[in-house]
T-cell receptor, first 113, second 114 residues
């Protein structure tokens, strides 16, 4: 069974540009989560989807971040316009139910210059 | 407050030594879950264990063992007879029952020298 996959693995963009990160969860997992780790800080929760619905987006830092999960399968996280402080590693995770353990993808390293 | 503290930033031991990674948590929820994840140099976060707040039994899985003590709000992780392949960053995380987001510790970088 394939694990959680994320694309791209690394993205380097200039300040002010737009970047879209993609996450494909484990097949059959209704729950999808986004987290990020900016340099020197803890991993922080961004948001949680149950199927295509946003269950909790309390961790989204500001309105430059937009997450979607059309059809309840893969999810995208768009940053527009990107700022220097957005640099970090963005992790996606999925779980079968809200109660079960979350399995993580390899992360996308975003560098904003 | 909901918080996880991993006070050890980095630990370095020689192969075959035992090593314990500390994790202390704070939560106002009576029901909660604790996790350990491993992040090898390749970068992915690998799930190791989940423990719920009603189960204080220690768990052993091969060379790995976990000691959960509610009295001290700790969930420590011990690797017995460490190996070079155990070198990684290890994260402890808390999930309160009131929501489904993981609250993470800062991680402990474990270096196992041959």
């Amino acid at each position: 069974e394939a694990g959680v996959t994320q694309f791209p693995s690394h993205s380097v963009i200039e300040k002010g540009q737009t970047v879209t990160l993609r996450c494909d969860p484990i097949s059959g997992h209704d729950n999808l989560y986004w987290y990020r780790r900016v340099m020197g800080k803890e991993i922080k929760f961004l948001l949680h989807f149950v199927k295509e619905s946003k269950q909790d987006e309390s961790g989204m830092p500001n309105n430059r971040f937009l997450a979607e999960r059309t059809g309840g399968t893969y999810s995208t996280l768009k940053v527009q316009p990107a700022e220097l402080e957005d640099s970090g590693v963005y992790f996606c995770a999925s779980s079968q139910t809200e109660m079960s353990e979350q399995y993580f993808g390899p992360g996308t390293r975003l560098t904003v210059t | 407050a909901q918080k996880v503290t991993q006070a050890q930033t980095e630990i370095s031991v020689v192969e075959k030594e035992d090593v314990t990674l500390d994790c202390v948590y704070e939560t106002r929820d009576t029901t909660y879950y604790l996790f350990w994840y491993k992040q090898p140099p390749s970068g992915e976060l690998v799930f190791l264990i989940r423990r719920n707040s009603f189960d204080e039994q220690n768990e052993i899985s091969g060379r790995y063992s976990w000691n959960f003590q509610k009295s001290t709000s700790s969930f420590n992780f011990t690797i017995t007879a460490s190996q070079v392949v155990d070198s990684a960053v290890y994260f402890c995380a808390l999930r309160p029952d009131s929501n489904y987001q993981l609250i993470w510790g800062a991680g402990t970088k474990l270096i196992i020298k041959p």
